[in-house]
Nanobody
Framework: QVQLVESGGGLVQPGGSLRLSCAAS????????MGWYRQAPGKQRELVAT???????NYADSVKGRFTISRDNAKKMVYLQLNSLKPEDTAVYYC????????WGQGTQVTVSS
């Protein structure tokens, strides 16, 4: 069973930045398309960004131009740089394999508020 551990969240003012990290336990990490997801209170979990095994990236329209996904296969890590944060970005952020076939981690809380 693959384990995922997210970190890096926090409280930030509108316009601020955060860098989220996700560590995966599988040695086959480099083969998988990875995604960052988020879930705001009372809302369904949504896909925010993906990155393929060849570093092709894709973003939800709501974060395009503000968020950047990246990965380090040697460290089995995926990252999400969050810039120009807005209150509507407040959510718990999770990473997972794009098909969501791995067990979810605990997530990391991002709160954007003045």
């Amino acid at each position: 069973q693959v384990q995922l551990v997210e970190s890096g969240g926090g409280l930030v003012q509108p316009g601020g930045s955060l860098r989220l990290s996700c560590a995966a336990s599988t040695s086959a990490f480099r083969l998988y398309t990875m995604g960052w997801y988020r879930q705001a209170p009372g809302k369904q979990r949504e896909l925010v960004a993906t990155i393929t095994s060849t570093d092709t990236t894709n973003y939800a329209d709501s974060v395009k131009g503000r968020f950047t996904i990246s990965r380090d296969n040697a460290k089995k890590m995926v990252y999400l740089q969050l810039n120009s944060l807005k209150p509507e970005d407040t959510a718990v952020y999770y990473c997972n394999e794009f098909g969501m076939r791995w067990a979810w981690g605990q997530g990391t809380q991002v709160t954007v508020s003045s």
